[in-house]
């Protein structure tokens, strides 16, 4: 449906004397003071304006605040013709149908997060919301490629630079977490990406590959909302990935984002939901070809099993896995996979053992696990905690507390809430044993370990 021109906008600008070009030039240097850095708006986008789109806050209000220094009166965002926009409650929620619906749906998405609204840092995990966007993945046609029609250039070069960008900020993720990052990301996004995908010019095959670059993106800014705790944002992010994932028709991202959806399932103790979304992300896999992939969607379908206490499903699942995993060929594989190493599996399945209560593969599978790469630092501290574990249900409380204290001293140095948590149930496990001589001197040398638990 075609805009209706905003006639009160075109009088106000014609009554100041400014030009079109002016105006924005006004606009990027204000935004510029007041923080928005990248903003490029030029007389295009005013005439845009003009013509009756309304830009995204807090662009209004500045506008108004030029106006009204240049006329010399009160102006207000109404009188502008730009009304404040609402922003839906369930904003991030919806598996989009087109392009478009999706880049107005994910754009709009950063641009909440970034003016950290309320109803997203409070938003809750729905089930509701990944099914949908699980099923719609899997069903939806096959739709022509995205394609841009704007202004601005868009080739291999800012695609690239997405993905460096991404390559460079999930490698500060694993060694600091999350949440000493994760606000660079969503900036990045807002004021990097939302304009390639708004205002660019790209044929199909770009378009794929801008689709698939932003969407590698979002699910590292959805992973970092993960590892912080913030379940309903992080639910939010994935889905909008999966969704550019799909525009992109890249079958594998969509698996490993499926995967990462699962992941979080389970550890909020949702293994029915994890279950489907498991499942979900084998099809994707079958679909790609990436045995890295298919291996990760069944140890993730196992360890769902394992916390709803189902051994023998559990075991066929992990069977799965490893024949996956024996199949793989890391150097044809995407990069974004290539953690999935041995070590990355037999963490997995140590958490499939600690939640069956058997301590002997647990401490087994976590001692593997250890020999991994050194820049997953946070991974390092979830393996030593799955370690301490199964040393404390064996009855080795001396091991178990030099693992524990390896942990907590890396832990430290993390803004991770999930590491937080895997402390905490490492306090819970060791708190029967708390008058044993090293359990003592753990607890009296690591506050971490005495601190309240954090809740999930």
Not at 319 to 343: G, K, L, V
């Amino acid at each position: 449906m075609a805009r209706e021109p905003n006639a009160r906008l075109q009088r106000l600008i014609a009554e100041s004397g400014m030009s079109h070009k002016g105006l924005a030039r006004r606009v990027n240097a204000l935004g510029a003071a007041r923080g928005f850095t990248g903003w490029k708006y030029d007389h295009s986008s005013v005439l845009r304006w003009i013509g009756g789109q309304r830009p995204r806050d807090p662009v209004p209000e500045l506008l108004a605040e030029i106006l009204a220094l240049r006329l010399g009166r009160a102006v207000r965002v109404e009188d502008l013709g730009m009304s404040a926009a609402s922003t839906p409650s369930d904003l991030g929620q919806e598996f989009s149908h087109t392009w478009q619906e999706g880049v107005d749906t994910v754009t709009a998405l950063w641009r909440a997060d970034m003016e950290r609204r309320r109803f997203l840092l409070d938003s809750t995990f729905a089930i509701g919301a990944g099914s949908a966007g699980a099923l719609r993945w899997l069903t939806f046609p096959v739709e022509d490629g995205p394609t841009g029609t704007g202004t601005r250039g868009v080739g291999e070069a800012e695609v690239t630079a997405i993905r460096e960008v991404t390559r460079s900020f999930g490698e500060l993720d694993n060694r600091f977490g999350g949440g000493r990052v994760r606000s660079a990301v969503v900036d990045y996004l807002d004021t990097a990406v939302a304009p390639l995908l708004r205002e660019g010019r790209y044929d199909e095959r770009t378009g794929r590959r801008l689709a698939s670059a932003a969407a590698e993106l979002t699910r590292l800014a959805g992973w970092m909302a993960y590892d912080l705790e913030q379940h309903g944002l992080a639910q939010r992010y994935l889905i909008q990935a999966l969704s550019l994932a799909r525009s992109a028709g890249d079958h594998a991202l969509g698996g490993e984002i499926l995967a990462g959806m699962s992941h979080q399932a389970v550890y909020i103790g949702r293994p029915d939901h994890a279950l489907d979304l498991a499942r979900a992300a084998q099809l994707s896999a079958r679909r790609s070809g990436v045995h890295s992939l298919m291996a990760e969607a069944y140890v993730l379908e196992a360890h769902a099993h394992a916390v709803r206490k189902d051994s023998r499903a559990c075991a066929a699942a992990v069977h799965e896995a490893e024949t996956a995993f024996d199949r793989r060929t890391p150097h044809d594989e995407p990069e974004w996979i290539s953690y999935f190493d041995e070590a990355y599996l037999s963490a997995k399945i140590a958490h499939c053992f600690r939640d069956l209560g058997d301590a002997t593969q647990t401490v087994r599978h976590a001692r593997r696990s250890l020999e991994m790469d050194d820049r997953y630092v946070r991974g390092r501290v979830f393996n030593l905690s799955l370690l301490a574990s199964g040393l404390v249900r064996q009855g080795e409380l001396e091991e178990a507390c030099a693992v524990a204290e390896g942990a907590v001293g890396i832990a430290a140095k993390l803004e991770s809430a999930r590491t937080r948590s895997y402390m905490t149930d490492l306090r819970a496990r060791l708190a029967p044993h708390a008058e044993h001589a090293a359990v003592r001197t753990l607890f009296e040398r690591t506050r971490e370990l005495r601190a309240a638990p954090v809740s999930v």
